[in-house]
């Protein structure tokens, strides 16, 4: 598989970024409405590829990604992070694999700040606040200088094409520019990881089309892609180099598509 | 300017006006000291007993030369001066033992 | 630029945005919690400085005032006890006091009317207090009429008015001679209102009390601490308008958390599911919910203390003059001396900031602590 050489790519070769290892998780246990959502999954997930998990809703797709996304903790299993550039822990060497499952939540949030960007099915922005402040917001905790954030937001919202919106609020822009300051908001704290939740769900063939261009994009630079889909447009798109196919919580198809 | 910096502007500057109004307050303490020796001259000279707060009746002008009973002074309908019956209770001595 | 104090001012930034989403809400919150830290603190720094003011002035009152009393009431004390109660040893002076009051019914005021030799008054003149020649409109020279113990108008000139300095005093005082006194009322000779006894040792004032009301049994002692306590429990919280005011100020902030402490509503929950989702810790969250609260607060109590402080001091507490005033006709006008007590003051800033802070705070823990998938899901 041909890998991009623009942007920022780490140097290695192609090497799995993310292990999962029989990881399950169950909601509600012990009660009478228990109810696993995800069942023994290992899966690996390789560096600076497009990987999309497809399936119908309640396959256990959003769950997984959230296990991955580091915002909740799996029933059982155990999930590895190979260090994701110099930010996402200190101390660490590039190299070295990580276990998230047992990290304390404040180093948890950190690798969720650092190495991962979000994008929700239903984009989740905070009503109310301008679009800038939304796309900031995720870079507030970490204490980094304003003046650098606001510009790298600035820049953000320019390269999607709604600077105009800046200092709009977010309730009144359309669908396909909320999702685009959705993606933007996910790549303030410059994550590794993109990883986004049915994003075609609410919007038409044109948009969903320029979604998949700033998906190329993104490889083009090197990121790692993670979607859950069951929009065709998405997984049997060129630019997808993995489907995983999820049904009841658990994997029945695991292949490098193409 | 950002938000933040405006509240903490007007914090910090509310802060220090409270600081230095209670700052200020010994000198102008000091400065009164005139005016509150002429008032301490006029109630020594006059033999004077109550502050001229009340002036609506005897016992609330005089409240502490005022008869044992507060109430029912004047006359027994003459019920206790409101407001400043409200504000001005009966002193604590009067339930001590002489 | 230190991290965690950018982290701060980030987290206030968004705090503050976050309040500004309802702003007529939270600005009139602000200014009713203003009004109530503004109500409080004005009668505070009120009742202190007048109290302090009191006890300084009055520390000059007479060591003991002696009465007299026929049949439960107060009646003119004979002159001939005034020999008896100088014997006694200790006493360094007895001098008797002629005092009463005066009704004008032409403005419907009372006045006091002090006796007094020592004050150079030409005879048939008054030395009036500013409040009286505020309410009579009277100058220097002028005349002023009085109605008699028959019903016959008197004249008396306005021979000096006292400073307005002294309104806190003497504001209804009308000083005129024992002659004139005697002459206006009709008073017997032979008796005084009351005396003012001076001892040498003001330890030994009980003593000589119990003394004096041995000898006379009809007289009533009142000593000078006696005088002085009086003045301690004006404006008692624990009575009348007082305890009318401090109810609703604690009924109002009770409201205010009470909004708050019932938990968030579902907007809220979610939100924080996202902000947790977005990266945002346990703890940034509640500095948040945090700062939501003190901002607020602490606007509330800086702005309500400050301008209190000028209401009381630079404004002779105007707003208060009407409930002060009642029914009198006459009211002193008086500037009282800046006095603040800084217990009191550190009370209300507990009272008002901590209380409207926590129930900020913990409604919150839960939500805030909770696996940020768990809270976008609901």
Redesign the interface.
Known sequence: MESGDGGTRCRHEVVSVIRLLHVTKSFNTGKSNQFTAVQDVSLEIESGRVTVLKGPSGSGKTTLLTLIGCMARPTSGRIMLRAIGSSALPGMEEADEVEITSLPERFLTGIRRTAFGFIFQHFNLVRGITVLENVMLPAYPTGEGRGAVHGRALKLLEIFNISRHAHSRVDLLSGGEIQRVAIARALINNPSVIIADEPTAHLDTKLSGEFMEIIGNFKAEGKTILIASHDPLVHDSALVDMVVEMRDGRIIQDGSGR | M???TV??S??IL??L??FV??Y??PV??KK?EA??A?????????????????????YT?????A?LHSAFQDHPLALD?????????????YNEA? | MNSSFERHRNIVDFALSSLLRRKAKNLSLLAVYTLIVFVIASIIFFIHALKREAMLVLQNAPDMVVQRLAAGRNDPIPLGYQEKIAAIRGVSGVEPRLWGYYFDAAVGANYTLMASDKQQLEPESVIIGSGVARTRRLAEGDMMAFRAYNGEPTLFQVQSILPYASELVAADLIILSNRDFHALFNFPKGVATDFAVSVRNPRELTTIAAKIVRQFPDTRPILKREILRTYDSIFDWRGGMMIVVVAMAVLSFIIFAWDKATGLSAEERKEIGTLKSIGWETTDVLFLKFWEGSAISLSAFLCGVILAYCHVFFFSASLFEHALKGWAVLYPQFKLTPAVDPYQLAVLFFLTVIPYTVTTIVPSWRAATVEPDAAMRS
């Open positions: 950002r938000k933040s509240f903490f007007f914090i509310c802060g006006l409270l109004i209670l200020r307050i102008s303490q009164s005016m509150i002429s008032n301490a001259k006029i109630v020594r000279e006059l033999k004077l007993t109550d502050l001229s707060l009340f002036t609506e009746a005897r002008r005089h409240p502490s030369m008869d001066h409101f407001p400043s019956g409200s504000l001005v209770t009966p002193p604590h001595f002489p």
